[in-house]
């Protein structure tokens, strides 16, 4: 089964700063897919990126980068240049391998709750 | 930029009642999701719809749930007789490639 850890409760950032919210995954499957959403306040679930196992590159989305490693099982996002906006719930999914085609079912992690101060 | 919209934002009802979620996925996606987070907990997948039928739940999509695709916009979740238990925000989500992209929710309430 298809497990998602993220070890940050909590993180605090100064605006314009980078910052690093931690996922870690397990999963034995050779195809998986890995994403990151935000929830802010209001509840909504907003698409960040997304990674392909396979992929030979990370994935980047204007300032939000994806380092991952596959021997680490990591697959951790990188905020550049923090705004105020950024406050919000964070959270790491991946995709399971039989969850093709039609399937696509996500294991969510439990979230990194992420502030930004002036 | 297209997205999932949903409706209402906020839904609350008497145990017992039936409740209709409402949700327009985007419009060139095949694919439809329902995945529901009860509160301080993870977010769980509900059910996976394709060509008009469903393609995987999970154990929480027992018979009081169902989800139809009326006309070629909408998709709906449909809780029979809701339960305290049912209190959750409900999202819907679409995709046609790797991307799934989920709407607003709907915040349920059942007092």
């Known amino acids: 089964a298809q497990k998602i850890t993220q070890t940050q409760p909590g993180m605090f950032v100064q605006e314009k700063e980078a910052v690093t919210l931690d996922c870690t995954y397990d999963t034995s499957d050779p195809s998986y897919g890995l994403f990151w959403y935000k929830q802010p306040s209001s509840g909504e679930m907003i698409f960040l990126i997304y990674q392909g196992s396979y992929d030979q590159q990370n994935a980047t989305e204007g300032r939000y980068s994806l380092n991952f490693q596959k021997a680490r099982k990591s697959a951790n996002l990188v905020i550049s240049a923090s705004q105020l906006g950024d406050s919000a719930m964070y959270f790491c999914a991946m995709r399971d391998f039989f969850s093709g085609g039609s399937n696509y079912k996500l294991t969510f992690g439990k979230g990194t709750l992420l502030t930004v101060n002036p | 930029e297209p997205e999932v919209t949903q409706t209402p934002s906020h839904q609350v009802t008497q145990m017992g009642q039936e409740v209709i979620l409402r949700c327009v996925p985007i419009s060139n996606h095949l694919y439809f999701y329902w995945y529901r987070q009860i509160l301080g907990q993870k977010v769980e997948f509900l059910v996976s719809?394709?060509?008009?039928?469903?393609?995987?739940k999970s154990e929480i999509f027992d018979d009081q749930f169902s989800v139809e695709r009326p006309d070629g916009s909408n998709f709906t979740l449909k809780i029979r007789s809701t339960k305290l238990e049912d209190s959750a925000m409900y999202f819907c989500a679409s995709r046609v490639n790797e991307k799934l992209f989920f709407g607003s929710g709907t915040q349920l309430s059942v007092l």
């Open positions: 719809f394709y060509n008009n039928e469903i393609s995987e």
